[in-house]
Each structure stands twice: as structure tokens, then as C-alpha cells.
């Protein structure tokens, strides 16, 4: 089944994905990016300090959607119940920790990343060694962002907090996330 895709896109994912008919190396790549969405998705349920069991199963539900058919609404239906769960463990006027907030939100990115490589990338493709270094970099690079973010903020301690604190600090940590992506992605244009 061919798919209807504009030529110059069908093209760039020819070139990034070969399909093959399931070699050993492709299985491993697939099940590896399955492994860690997973992770991310049980960190997304631990993360929470209280968790609700009905935002819980969705979560659930949508990362086993995710994992089995990952080009579905799978992997929206997982962030919806992890984000509802969040929200709902701190409730209207609670703030929860900055370094547990950075972490939920690294957890969300890392899940949302590894669904839509898993959506462009079924199972049995054999993914160019190119393409799996470059998702590579770009998730150890937020590792990283993330880790010193967490390890920053929990040096601070309990800041009294606003709304606009707490906005400015989202703000900032997204930005100081997005650098090395944006790093990455300007060396990937060059390619």
C-alpha cells in the first residue's frame, strides 16, 4: 500500500527510512523506542503525588494504544490523562515542587517524541544509522537540559510562589529545553 504523500516528503522518508522485511538490527530499534515510551509513560503515572485511577487507566489505555498501533490517537490520549492526572494530584490552589514539575514536563516530551517516531517507523523498518543518532543526541540533550533544570531548581528550594512566577518559570524552562533542539535542527538543515 502506497501511501499519498506530496513527492518531496515521500522522498525524505524513503531516504530516512528503509523498510525492510524485519532484520534483527530493526526489531531491536523498534522494541528500544517502545522501551522507552513505556518508561516515560510509567514515569508520567509516578510522577504525580497523588494520582487519580480514572486519569490513571486512561493514561494507561492510551500508552498501550500507543505502543501497539502508534500512528492512532494513542499517544493523545495518554498525554490528555497524564496532564489530567497532573492537574488534578495538585488540585486549583496547590503548587507542586518546580523539579517534580520539570521532570512531569520532560516525561510528556519524551513520550510525545518516541510516539511519533514510532508512528513514522513501524517495527519492522530498518532505520538509517543517521536517524537513530540524531533522535539519539536530541534525547540525551534534553537528559541533560532536564537534569541540570532539576538539579538547579532543587538546590533553590520552596520559592513562594505566583502565577506569573510560575509562568515565567515554564516559559524558561521550555526555552532553555528548546536550545539544544533547535541546535540540532539547524545542524540537520546543514545536512
Not at 4 to 16: C, E, I, K, N, S
Not at 25 to 44: D, F, I, P
Not at 66 to 73: M, N, Y
Request: net charge positive.
Amino acid at each position: 500500500m502506497k501511501l499519498l504523500l506530496p513527492d518531496a516528503l515521500h522522498h525524505r522518508m524513503q531516504r530516512l527510512v528503509n523498510v525492510a522485511p524485519g532484520g534483527y538490527r530493526s526489531v531491536v530499534t523498534g522494541l528500544s523506542v517502545r522501551l522507552v515510551e513505556v518508561m516515560a509513560g510509567t514515569a508520567l503515572l509516578l510522577l504525580p503525588a497523588h494520582q487519580h485511577r480514572l486519569l490513571a487507566t486512561v493514561t494507561i489505555i492510551g500508552i498501550a494504544i500507543a505502543l501497539v498501533a502508534p500512528a492512532t490517537a494513542g499517544s493523545g490520549l495518554a498525554l490528555a490523562g497524564a496532564v489530567g492526572g497532573w492537574l488534578a494530584s495538585a488540585g486549583w490552589q496547590a503548587t507542586p515542587e518546580l523539579p517534580r514539575t520539570i521532570a512531569f514536563g520532560y516525561g510528556l516530551y519524551l513520550l510525545h517524541t518516541c510516539c511519533a517516531l514510532a508512528a513514522a517507523a513501524p517495527l519492522t523498518a530498518q532505520l538509517s544509522w543517521s536517524v537513530v543518532r540524531k533522535w539519539s543526541l536530541r534525547m540525551l540533550l534534553a537528559s541533560a537540559g532536564a537534569a541540570v533544570l532539576i538539579a538547579v531548581t532543587s538546590t533553590l528550594g520552596r520559592i513562594d510562589s505566583s502565577v506569573a512566577l510560575q509562568t515565567a518559570g515554564v516559559v524558561g524552562a521550555v526555552a532553555l529545553l528548546a536550545i539544544p533542539v533547535w541546535f540540532v535542527s539547524r545542524s540537520e538543515a546543514g545536512d
